[in-house]
């Protein structure tokens, strides 16, 4: 119940197109959603977050859709570009898993120019 | 730069040996938190502490100990290596462990075992 399942695994993306990402989830007590951007040979980084009283979050070309009923979060990224290229982590936590990050697996995202 | 460093970037070492990896937060956060990845294998949550005191444990073996020191450094342990703990070992930190707080991460060290 506490796993986040994210897909596709691999992802790409022409420039200039959409990338999207998707995760799921089972633990409804999950309230704090971020995703987190990695490049090659670096740490994750928080790229952008949201709390379940939003269905969208919007930073740049980055946007966070969020479904509650379905319990599915996603990203997207727009008009992706080659500097986009990086693995992309979803996760979720809450209070009652002490406030502890349940990651999903990754998406490693390649922009083809 | 996230501000938490890590030390060393690189560390080579036979099977059977123990090594310690070293992370400094970010200047007034709390919690550091552990994290192993394995190649273009996802985050594998280690262990967390907050203020000196283990918060969490995910999925640490046996041989891996931590330990968060008064001026909040931490440090990682790993012993009777096998090669299947090569890997990029992560730090991270984050103001505190209650709260819904970004968790910032080192630049890793990666772990060769031969």
């Known amino acids: 119940q506490q796993q986040v399942k994210q897909s596709p695994q691999s992802l790409i993306v022409q420039k200039g197109g959409i990338s999207i990402i998707n995760c799921a989830y089972e633990n409804t007590a999950f309230d704090y959603f971020p995703w987190y951007q990695q490049f090659p040979g670096k740490g994750p980084a928080l790229l952008i977050a949201?709390?379940?009283d939003v269905s969208e979050k919007k930073e740049g070309r980055f946007t966070i859709s969020f479904n509650k009923s379905a319990k599915q979060f996603s990203l997207h990224i727009m008009d992706s570009q080659p500097g986009d290229s990086a693995t992309y982590f979803c996760?979720?936590?809450?209070?009652?898993?002490?406030?502890?990050?349940?990651w999903g697996a990754g998406t490693k995202l390649i922009i083809k120019p | 730069d996230s501000g938490v460093t890590q030390t060393p970037k690189h560390l080579i070492t036979a099977t059977g040996q123990r090594v310690t990896l070293r992370c400094s937060p970010r200047?007034?956060?709390?919690?550091v938190y552990w994290y192993q990845q394995s190649l273009d294998q996802g985050l594998q949550f280690l262990i967390q502490y907050y203020n000196g005191e283990e918060r969490a444990k995910g999925n640490i073996l046996e041989r891996f100990s931590a330990q968060q020191f008064p001026d909040l450094h931490s440090e990682l342990n790993l012993s009777s290596l096998e090669l299947g703990d090569s890997a990029l070992y992560f730090c991270a930190s984050s103001v505190g462990g209650v709260s819904y707080n970004e968790q910032f991460f080192g630049p890793g060290t990666r772990l060769t075992v031969l």
């Open positions: 996760a979720a936590s809450s209070e009652d898993s002490n406030y502890q990050l349940i």
């Open positions: 949201i709390r379940p």
């Open positions: 200047s007034g956060d709390l919690s």
